[in-house]
């Protein structure tokens, strides 16, 4: 098997895992936004997917959880549905890739590895894809609000929180894994085999038959 091949292969899995972990990070905390007023300059205010929380100067935290599913905002609900959606397919994904590898001896057959390496690059590809989508759409809507001038500038405003980065970040890392898994795969696939055993040679001796003398 290629070196090449196989150091791409483990490379891949693992900026998967940490990526996934990067994804699991984004959605479970509450810091996608973040707020703070002069008004109040010993609280902030964090939100999350799951829960909004205010934060004390001191270090203390309260977090409540949104009462209802379907009072929550577009952005939000989007975020919920494609982030769930994501760390399923990366988990799924990862699993699928395992036996694709090429230093796992479950599953021989060549052509049944790289199709399992590559199912497995393309899932952990989507999964970034699906993860980047709902974090650039908050991001986008902080950014759209915070510059609209219909609001005065006493109004406080939505900036970018901690998971906001995170979520970039797994989402990129995913999409450059899978890349790494799909040409760890194909590397694999056009490396030559090698020889089962010693070649023989063999030579050819012409062998002169000797005429038939008729008297």
Known sequence: MDECARALELLGMLLYAGAWLCVLGAAVTP????????????????????????????????????????????DLKLGRVLTCASLALGALGFLVAIPGLSLVNGCEED????????????????SGVLCLI??????????????DDTLPDVVPRWEFGDSLFCGWAGGFLLVVAGLLLVLG????????PLPAGPQRRY????????RAEYV
């Open 31 to 74: 810091r996608w936004l973040s707020m703070s007023t002069s008004l109040l300059p010993v609280e902030s205010y964090e939100l999350g997917l799951w829960e909004t929380c205010v934060v004390q100067d001191t270090g203390g935290m309260e977090c409540r959880a949104y009462d209802s599913l379907l009072g929550l905002s577009p």
């Open 111 to 126: 052509g049944a590895k790289r199709t399992l390496g590559t199912a497995g690059g393309l899932m952990a590809m989507l």
């Open 134 to 147: 709902p974090v650039s759409y908050v991001a986008h809507l902080a950014v759209v609000r915070f510059f």
């Open 185 to 192: 795969s194909r590397s694999a696939a056009r490396a030559p």
């Open 203 to 210: 030579q050819v001796m012409n062998t002169v038959l000797p």
